[in-house]
């Protein structure tokens, strides 16, 4: 993209697929802003392995022979996740543990014991099962889709699953389909080299699929360009306010609770 000025809005785990917010230049400001509270993810668990990591990127810890499971057995463990938890994160994780991060302390080979955390998970479903020969007996695929609030490990999922299910279970595969109101696009963006330069969602549009809007006058604008308050109830914190004129997103605002009928500055953006 031609600048040094690039941020995301949520990191994926190495070996998952999807969604990434990305800001460019001036909207890498906008990213601590946006509402991207729940998410969409289609993964692949498999049952009757356990590994370090929680995923296929981990070496194995233990396998078991998962033959006796049942269809009914597994939905019984899944329903016990769904809801609102207490989810203790995979230690293999970017949570700090006294000032350093939860995964360099397991490499280093620590044992690490993370507390849990409130977590919900509107969706953990199976839409597809699959039994084959493993080393150690039977295994278990489930094609899963899950709908989850920010802070919500999959992994952490498919390993609660399997404990609860006495086999163990780690991810093979995740794929994030959607973040707060950004989805998986028709087509993934090419970022090598030879291709062009991908086009970009304005961050007025981006602020249009986060924010309830209000639209700015001349007058408006120029008190809002020099970080002034408004004269203008405002719906929501964050509000984001656009220039009638060009269309651009300039601001975010708030209610200022000291001034009835009134708008503060919550960011500044041009």
């Known amino acids: 993209m031609g600048t040094r000025k690039v941020g995301h809005a949520g990191t994926l785990d190495p070996m998952a697929t999807g969604v990434l917010v990305v800001g460019v230049g001036r909207a890498t400001r906008l990213l601590g802003h946006l509402a991207l509270h729940d998410k969409d993810y289609t993964a692949t668990i498999r049952l009757g392995v356990s590994t370090v990591t929680d995923d296929a990127e981990g070496s194995v810890v233990s396998t078991v022979d998962a033959a006796a499971l049942t269809d009914e057995q597994i939905e019984t463990a899944m329903a016990g996740l769904r809801g609102e938890i207490m989810q203790v994160p995979t230690a293999v994780s970017a949570i700090k543990v006294n000032g350093r991060r939860s995964y360099a302390r397991v490499r280093a080979g620590e044992q690490v014991e993370l507390a849990a955390r409130p977590v919900t998970v509107s969706r953990f479903d199976a839409v597809a099962v699959r039994r084959a020969a493993g080393e150690s007996g039977t295994l278990v695929d489930l094609d899963v889709e899950v709908t989850c609030s920010t802070g919500t490990y999959v992994r952490a999922l498919a390993r609660d699953l399997g404990a609860a299910l006495g086999v ?62 408004l004269e203008l109830v405002v719906p929501a914190d964050p509000t984001a306010m656009i220039s009638g004129a060009s269309g651009e997103l300039l601001a975010l605002y708030r209610p200022d609770a000291e001034r009835p009928g009134w708008s503060r500055a919550v960011a500044v953006l041009v």
């Open 168 to 229: 163990g279970g780690h991810l093979t595969a995740l794929r994030r389909t959607r973040i707060g109101p950004y989805r998986l696009p028709a087509e993934p963006v090419d970022l090598s080299e030879e291709a062009p330069r991908p086009e970009l969602m304005s961050m007025a549009d981006a602020a249009r699929l986060s924010f309830p809007v209000v639209e700015l006058d001349a007058a408006q604008e120029a008190d809002l360009r020099v970080g002034r308050r």
